[in-house]
C-alpha cells in the first residue's frame, strides 16, 4: 500500500461528493445495485418489470439515454431481454458475496455473460424510430449494465479509459486481459481498497471491488479534464500513485503486469498468429448474421488489446461484395473470389455472414484501362 493513502484520497472525494448533495444522481447506482441484491425479483412478472425500470433509470442517470443512443427511443421494458439472460442459472456465482474470494476464476464467466447481454438486444431490436437499424451494444453500455446489476465489473466509459491510461495500463477495452490486470492493481493497494469497502459497509451498503476501482479510475479521468480546472495538489495526488504503478509494472522482469500462466500462453499464440488469422477464426466461430463488431469482440475476449484499424482492414479484405476491396494491394491483380482472402459476404445492412460461392456466386476482380473492379463472375 502507498504510504500516503493516494487511493483512498481519491475514492473519499468521489464518496464524499455523493453523500454530502442530497439526491446526487452518483446515488443512483447505490439504488439498483441495492434493489438487485434480492434474487427473488426473478420469481414473479411484477417484479421483473419493476427490475427493468430500475436498471433504466440508473442507465438514464449515468448517461446512457443521450445523443444517438438506441435506448433513448425505447420504453423500459427494452432491458427485459437482459435482465432473462442475468437471471439464467449459470451465472449464479456471479450474484454471490463470495465472488470477490475467486474472481479471477470467474472471469471467463463475465466475458461469456458480457457477450450474451449484447445479443439479447441486439436479437430483440432491429428497428429503431420505425426504420432498419443495426443496434450498437457498446462496452460502455453493458459494462454499466453489470457494474448496476452485479458490481462484478467496472464502467467502461470515457473518464475510466482515460484513468487507465494515464496510468499506463496496457488493456483499456472490456476484456479478459483488462479484468486481469484490474485485479492486479487491486491487490497492490489491497488494504486502502478493504478499508474502504469497510467504509462503506457501516453505511448501509458494501461497495463491491470493482465498483471501488470504477470510481477510482472515474474520478482520475474525469479531473484530467482539462474543463475541470484540476487543483496542483490533486494533480500530484494523482501523479503519484501513477507513478508508483509503473514503477510497480518495470521491475516486473518481462515490463508488464504478471498474470495467471493460461493468459500468458494466450498471449504467445496472438502474437505468432496473423490478425487475418484471427479474423478468419472469429468467422468460422460466427453463426448466421453477425457484425463486424461481433468479429472485434471475439477477437479481443480472446487475444486482448489487438490493432482495431487492422481488424478493420482484414475484414474489408475478406468480404466479398465491396468495390472497395480492389483499393488492397492483394487485389492488385484480375482473380475470381473463393480463395483465402474471400471468407464473408456483405448483406449491405449492416451485416454479414460467413460467404458461400454456391449461395452469393463467384464474383470476378477485372481490369479495364488500368482501374480495378468487381462484377458478377460469369460461369458460362
Not at 447481454?117 to 432498419?132: P, R
Not at 457498446?138 to 467496472?154: A, E, F, N, R, W
Not at 473518464?159 to 499506463?168: A, E
Request: net charge neutral; with cysteine; aromatic share 14%.
Amino acid at each position: 500500500m502507498g504510504d500516503n493513502q493516494v487511493i483512498t484520497k481519491i475514492i473519499e472525494k468521489y464518496y464524499l461528493e455523493i453523500n454530502n448533495e442530497k439526491h446526487h444522481r452518483f446515488k443512483s447506482w447505490e439504488h439498483c445495485y441495492k434493489f438487485f441484491k434480492n434474487r427473488e425479483i426473478f420469481n414473479s412478472v411484477e417484479q421483473k418489470d419493476i427490475a427493468a425500470l430500475h436498471l433504466a433509470f440508473y442507465l438514464a442517470s449515468w448517461g446512457m439515454y443521450r445523443g444517438s443512443s438506441f435506448l433513448l427511443q425505447k420504453d423500459y421494458k427494452v432491458h427485459q431481454y437482459a435482465l432473462e439472460v442475468l437471471g439464467k442459472q449459470k451465472y449464479d456465482n456471479l450474484w454471490t458475496n463470495r465472488l470477490e474470494e475467486s474472481y479471477i476464476e470467474h472471469i471467463d464467466l463475465i466475458i461469456e455473460l458480457k457477450h450474451e447481454v449484447i445479443k439479447s438486444y441486439s436479437d430483440n431490436i432491429s428497428t429503431v424510430k420505425g426504420k432498419e437499424k443495426d443496434i450498437n451494444v457498446t462496452d460502455t453500455l453493458v459494462s454499466k449494465i453489470l457494474l448496476g446489476v452485479l458490481g462484478c465489473v467496472p464502467a467502461y466509459d470515457r473518464y475510466f479509459i482515460d484513468g487507465l491510461k494515464y496510468h499506463g495500463f496496457r488493456y483499456t477495452n472490456f476484456s479478459k486481459d483488462s479484468l486481469l490486470e484490474l485485479c492486479k492493481f487491486y491487490d497492490r493497494y489491497r488494504l486502502e481498497f478493504n478499508k474502504l469497502q469497510e467504509i462503506t459497509e457501516a453505511n448501509g451498503l458494501r461497495y463491491s471491488q470493482m465498483k471501488l476501482i470504477d470510481m477510482y479510475f472515474w474520478q482520475v479521468g474525469y479531473s484530467l479534464d482539462p474543463s475541470n480546472e484540476l487543483q496542483p495538489e490533486e494533480f500530484s495526488i494523482i501523479e503519484q500513485c501513477s507513478l508508483e504503478w509503473k514503477k510497480m509494472k518495470q521491475a516486473d522482469k518481462k515490463g508488464r503486469v504478471s498474470i495467471p500462466k493460461k493468459i500468458n500462453d494466450d498471449e504467445k499464440k496472438s502474437k505468432s498468429k496473423s490478425v487475418l488469422d484471427m479474423v478468419i477464426e472469429a468467422v468460422d466461430n460466427m453463426e448466421g448474421e453477425f457484425t463486424k463488431k461481433d468479429i472485434k469482440d471475439y477477437i479481443f475476449s480472446k487475444y486482448g488489446e489487438i490493432n482495431e484499424g487492422t481488424i478493420n482492414c482484414q475484414t474489408i479484405l475478406g468480404t466479398v461484395n465491396r468495390e472497395s476491396r480492389v483499393n488492397w494491394q492483394v487485389n492488385k491483380k484480375e482473380r475470381i473470389s473463393n480463395s483465402r482472402y474471400d471468407f464473408l459476404y456483405d448483406k449491405g445492412n449492416g451485416h454479414l455472414e460467413k460467404y458461400n460461392p454456391d449461395i452469393h456466386g463467384l464474383w470476378e476482380i477485372k481490369e479495364k484501362d488500368g482501374k480495378y473492379f468487381v462484377k458478377k463472375y460469369d460461369r458460362g
